[in-house]
């Protein structure tokens, strides 16, 4: 198959205000058929560009040309290695969702009570909890959408586990992670962590409140087609909760209709650089369970 490259003019606007025009622009493109939405996209990850709005694409044309190559290499890991918490701690009574049930934490065996079963000296404690499966920082396997899906027990390591990860920073006041977004990073074969910054309304009710972030379909379709292996997100659900959404789910089913795990509520995204961390979201191998907290971790 032969190579193409797209010659068009653009004009780029930032969420932030400001933009970019180019004239006579030169890319590589996987073929003649590129759209002009998968061309923004293109061109937003082979500029770098961030906080990008939208992108207007003119005077567009399709050359069969040879390759000249593109940007989007990881910047190296820095020296040393730590370990940085990404999950919220479970506690009795915490609430994760509102109105859904609260976990309770009780003792089923006291230390005083197990004394009488060992040898003088000897004591354990058992606790007992109570909890929904979606509780504090928790991962989403297909099931939990898809009644034919694999479960905790069936989606493996290589889906939750020793990730190389990559964090998406989404400007202040932005609601909705789409595609263009997305696009400037490398997410192929890694967990595409959604840093919003919404965790920090957590335990709070500001953490339900209906301008939460969310990553849209057209942004859930572009991480699978790009490869991603996990994605994760600081806010209180992955898809947009708003009465004028009426309940569709289009991310949670984009993402596990192709065997891509969520992981909700993730917090402390800002202790990490933008690449070169390794990230880790294993739940228990739990049989018939779509969903199960996590002790999200990463290591830099």
């Known amino acids: 198959m032969g190579e193409y490259r797209a010659v068009f003019d653009a004009e ?8 970019l025009r180019t004239d006579g622009f030169r890319l590589d493109v996987p073929g ?3 759209t002009d939405d998968e061309l923004a996209a293109l061109l937003v990850r082979h500029l770098g560009l961030l ?3 939208e992108v207007r694409i003119r005077n567009r044309s399709v ?3 040879p390759h000249k190559g593109g940007r989007g290499v990881d910047p190296p890991a820095t020296a040393g290695r730590r370990l940085v918490e990404l999950n919220h701690v479970i506690g009795d009574g915490m609430v994760t969702l509102p109105g859904w049930p609260a976990p309770r934490i009780t003792e089923w065996l006291a230390r005083e009570a197990s004394r009488q079963r060992y040898a003088p000296g000897v004591e354990f404690h058992v606790a007992r909890i109570d909890m929904i499966a979606n509780t504090g920082t928790y991962v989403d396997t297909p099931s939990h959408r898809y009644a034919d899906g694999a479960d905790l027990s069936g989606v493996g390591l290589d889906r939750l586990a020793d990730l190389p990860g990559v964090v998406v920073r989404v400007p202040a006041g932005t609601r909705a992670v789409d595609r263009l977004l997305l696009a400037p990073y490398e997410v192929a074969g890694r967990a595409v962590l959604l840093h919003t910054g919404w965790d920090t309304h957590f335990g709070t009710d500001r953490y339900a409140a209906p301008d939460a972030p969310f990553l849209t379909c057209d942004g859930a379709s572009w991480l699978v087609a790009a490869g991603a292996t996990l994605v994760g997100i600081d806010s209180i659900n992955i898809d947009d909760m ?3 959404a009426a309940g569709e789910r289009p991310a949670h089913s984009a993402l596990l209709a192709a065997g891509i795990p969520i992981v909700e509520h993730l917090t402390g995204l800002d202790a990490l650089p933008p690449a070169g961390f390794r990230f880790t979201a294993a739940p228990p191998r739990v049989a018939g369970m779509g969903t199960f907290p996590v002790r999200a971790f990463a290591v830099v």
């Open 32 to 34: 003649p058929e590129v």
């Open 51 to 53: 906080m990008v709005g």
């Open 63 to 65: 050359v069969a040309e």
């Open 242 to 244: 708003t009465p004028a």
């Open 12 to 19: 780029v606007e930032f969420v932030n205000g400001g933009g």
